[in-house]
């Protein structure tokens, strides 16, 4: 089976500097975050070798608490996509959900049409002053991916499958089909079996699977998520065509040896379930990914369980990616980078949160070891993975950790 193919999201601007060549294979930009930021994303992007692609996001018009600026306005960034992804329709999105403005299939395929029109021009469309212009590379994606909504019932079914066709015929070949499944449809299994069906097959080379709101706990340890979204995976990849997960994490991750090829996930650390509904700012929360248990913890209770390790126990059985050792190398205890943090006035309460030396330090940390776990799933069956990650969190004396460990071993297919 071909390594899992590996993509780092972008969301925002501060994550362009953790992009590196060998630490991922692609990466994906937010097409709300490259019209904000156009300039800046090409710049980073003719400095790079890797391969990108754009997500449409057109489902973000269809919760329109995603453009609202807050003010009852729509963000410019939006204004500017909506208008891109509207030309020719004679419709405006943003302000009001676009299931309710689009009134015809003709207007759909339009948008359809103009979205990855919109993914293949628009960075070879930004200027430079640079002098060696032959020099930098045409900034063409990798792939093509079709707009979709988030699939609340039948009707979107047919939606998606329309602008998939309409998405490959106005480029003339084959494009990414998003399948966006809400909780709800994915435990049904009626709807669920609507919902693959509906996915087209010709015009299509990808498949790209999200579950909204289902975070990795509910996913471990809810037997029937994990048994539905593999059912997913399997269905989609019997046909062939690269089936990979939109925000996966380390439980998905697993599902390579089910046929899953490619993940994607973004640099935030916490696990909230990656809900399509727009959920506001937030104060980041004091929790360190530990990759010997394979989830967040707290950082009082990460600082517990790892600063009584010596270097050599703490790089075998606490974390081994390249940041902590070269810490420890250093003379420094990484600990006391990661763990750094400091309080501030939310409200009229006081919260503590991380230092900015303490996120940067974390969100290195965390793509180094989300690259290490690819590799590990790339290399093994999904059960040896576990069987050592189980053995790590036992020597860490993680009962409730191996338990949760091996009920997702459990929930595999047996093949993994």
Not at 197 to 218: C, F, H, M, Q
Request: hydrophobic share 45%; charged share 20%.
């Amino acid at each position: 089976m071909a390594p899992l193919h590996h993509i780092v999201r972008i969301r925002q601007p501060d994550d362009f500097q953790y992009i590196r060549a060998g630490l991922m294979d692609e990466i994906v930009v937010n097409a709300n975050q490259l019209e904000n930021s156009v300039q800046s994303t090409a710049a980073v992007l003719w400095r790079s070798t890797l391969q990108f692609s754009v997500d449409p996001v057109l489902w973000r018009f269809q919760l329109p608490a995603w453009s609202d600026n807050g003010k009852g306005d729509v963000k410019r960034n939006y204004k500017r996509l909506g208008a891109a992804y509207a030309r020719g329709t004679g419709l405006t999105l943003g302000p009001t959900p676009m299931v309710d403005v689009v009134a015809t299939d003709e207007q759909w395929r339009m948008i359809a049409r103009n979205a990855v029109t919109y993914q293949r021009d628009r960075l070879l469309s930004v200027p430079t002053q640079l002098e060696l212009l032959d020099d930098l590379r045409e900034l063409r994606p990798s792939r093509l991916v079709a707009p979709a909504l988030v699939a609340f019932s039948e009707n979107e079914d047919r939606l998606n499958r329309l602008m998939v066709e309409a998405s490959a015929e106005a480029v003339g070949q084959a494009v990414g089909a998003q399948v966006i499944i809400p909780v709800e449809r994915l435990l049904d299994r009626a709807q669920l079996d609507a919902t693959l069906a509906a996915a087209p097959s010709d015009g299509v080379n990808a498949y790209l699977i999200w579950t909204p709101k289902i975070t990795e706990e509910r996913l471990i340890v809810g037997d029937t998520m994990l048994s539905a979204l593999i059912y997913a995976v399997t269905t989609l990849a019997e046909r062939g065509i690269a089936v990979g997960h939109q925000y996966a994490n380390y439980a998905i991750f697993t599902l390579h040896s089910a046929g899953l090829a490619a993940v994607t996930h973004h640099l935030g650390w916490t696990d909230h379930g990656e809900p399509a509904e727009e959920q506001g700012p937030r104060t980041r929360s004091c929790q360190l990914y530990v990759p010997g248990v394979r989830h967040c913890l707290k950082f009082p209770e990460a600082n517990i369980l790892g600063r009584s390790l010596s270097p050599e126990d703490y790089v075998e059985h606490f974390c081994d990616c390249a940041f902590c050792a070269g810490a420890f190398q250093d003379g420094l205890h990484p600990l006391d980078i990661l763990l750094g943090m400091h309080s501030v006035a939310v409200g009229d309460h006081v919260r503590w949160t991380p230092t900015s030396q303490a996120v940067g330090a974390n969100t290195w940390h965390f793509l180094l070891n989300r690259r290490l776990e690819v590799d590990a799933f790339s290399r093994s069956p999904a059960s040896d993975v576990l069987a050592r990650d189980i053995e790590r969190a036992a020597s860490l004396n993680r009962l409730g950790d191996v338990n949760r460990l091996e009920h997702l071993a459990n929930g595999l297919p047996a093949a993994s």
